[in-house]
């Protein structure tokens, strides 16, 4: 799902009128933080990841057409389960989104 063609329903591509540059931006955290542990793979585990980043999405009623919101990617790798740190995670999080 990550390698796929844009269909222009998407990703939103930011044009600068004064010069032929283009900024696609992020439409998701999930490819980035896969990135990561791809090149992270060699290092010892466990592998925490943890990001908050903005993304853009289309939005027909706004004016310029489209809208970023915040969201939130954690990822864990390691030998074990690591249900503890999961629990720490979800517990410090939720309280702070109001959950």
């Given at each position: 799902?990550?390698?796929?063609?844009?269909?222009?329903?998407?990703?939103?591509?930011?044009?600068?009128?004064?010069?032929?540059?283009?900024?696609?931006?992020?439409?998701?955290?999930?490819?980035?933080?896969l990135?990561?542990?791809?090149?992270?793979?060699?290092?010892?585990?466990?592998?925490?990841?943890?990001?908050?980043?903005?993304?853009?999405?289309?939005?027909?009623l706004?004016?310029?057409?489209?809208?970023?919101?915040?969201?939130l990617?954690?990822?864990?790798?390691?030998?074990?389960?690591?249900?503890?740190?999961?629990?720490?995670?979800?517990?410090?999080?939720?309280?702070?989104?109001?959950?």
């Amino acid at each position: 799902m990550l390698n796929r063609k844009d269909d222009k329903s998407t990703a939103v591509v930011i044009g600068n009128p004064r010069s032929a540059d283009f900024e696609v931006v992020r439409s998701s955290l999930m490819a980035g933080i896969l990135k990561t542990t791809a090149h992270s793979k060699d290092h010892p585990k466990p592998i925490k990841i943890f990001e908050v980043g903005d993304v853009t999405v289309f939005d027909e009623l706004k004016d310029v057409g489209a809208t970023n919101h915040r969201q939130l990617a954690a990822l864990y790798c390691g030998a074990t389960s690591g249900f503890e740190v999961k629990l720490c995670f979800l517990n410090i999080i939720f309280p702070n989104m109001k959950i």
